[in-house]
């Protein structure tokens, strides 16, 4: 059970816009800013977004993170075939000393 | 360019200890800017941090697996050690070794591993 929460799956057509939610709580996204990752299996994982807004650079403006409370979302516009990954969402847990995840959302490109 | 490659022995008996090695290259283990991290992903699961940490060997590790956990760090060698003892079938996992950049805010996981498969098995 995830700190996180993330939609299992989410899909989209090439050049639709595509969103994907994380849940959490006022301890964890409610006070601190959210990570973005990218993660093609058998591949290094990518930081996509940091800051909950900011991007790393090379990572394409298609890609935009948000906030709003307690809760965090990816957003992907333009969506194009090799967009096709896991996507995670996390956070600084001050408790921890230690980031903690979503449990990712698989998104397919139809 | 940062790079991390994990070494591990890929296959573990239950009850034994799992030992996984990342090397650094392309940066300096000996930055103040950096906590150097091992986080674990088991089979068809989400990413779950195992713990960190600094240069200086200060260490932090998730409460759920610290009282298995050993992270060590040798900075002449570039690179830093897991060690988790006793361990089960649970443990099959990729071990990501990573790099946390704690002066950005957020302390994002900024460069990864590709990860090495370790599966507990007799």
């Known amino acids: 059970q995830s700190v996180l929460t993330q939609p299992p799956s989410a899909s989209g057509t090439p050049g639709q816009r595509v969103s994907i939610s994380c849940s959490g709580s006022?301890?964890?996204?409610?006070?601190?800013?959210v990570n973005w990752y990218q993660h093609l299996p058998g591949t290094a994982p990518k930081l996509l977004i940091y800051?909950?807004?900011q991007r790393p650079s090379g990572v394409p403006d298609r890609f935009s993170g948000s906030k709003s409370g307690t809760s965090a979302s990816l957003a992907i516009s333009g969506l194009q075939s090799d967009d096709e990954a896991d996507y995670y969402c996390s956070v600084w847990d001050e408790s921890l000393n230690g980031p903690v995840f979503g449990g990712g959302t698989k998104l397919t490109v139809l | 360019q940062v790079q991390l490659q994990e070494s591990g022995p890929g296959l573990v008996k239950p009850s034994e200890t799992l030992s996984v090695t990342c090397t650094v290259s392309g940066d300096s283990i000996r930055s103040t800017n950096y906590y150097w991290a091992w986080i674990r992903q088991p089979p068809g699961k989400g990413l779950e941090w195992i713990g960190s940490i600094f240069y200086s060997g200060t260490t932090y590790y998730n409460p759920s697996l610290k009282s298995r956990v050993t992270i060590s760090i040798d900075t002449s060698k570039k690179h830093f050690s897991l060690r988790l003892s006793s361990v089960t079938a649970s443990d099959t996992a990729v071990y990501y070794c990573?790099?946390?950049?704690?002066?950005?805010?957020?302390?994002?996981?900024?460069?990864w591993g590709q990860g090495s498969l370790l599966t507990v098995s007799s």
């Open positions: 990573a790099r946390e950049s704690i002066t950005t805010p957020g302390n994002p996981v900024d460069y």
């Open positions: 800051d909950t807004t």
């Open positions: 006022n301890s964890n996204i409610g006070s601190s800013p």
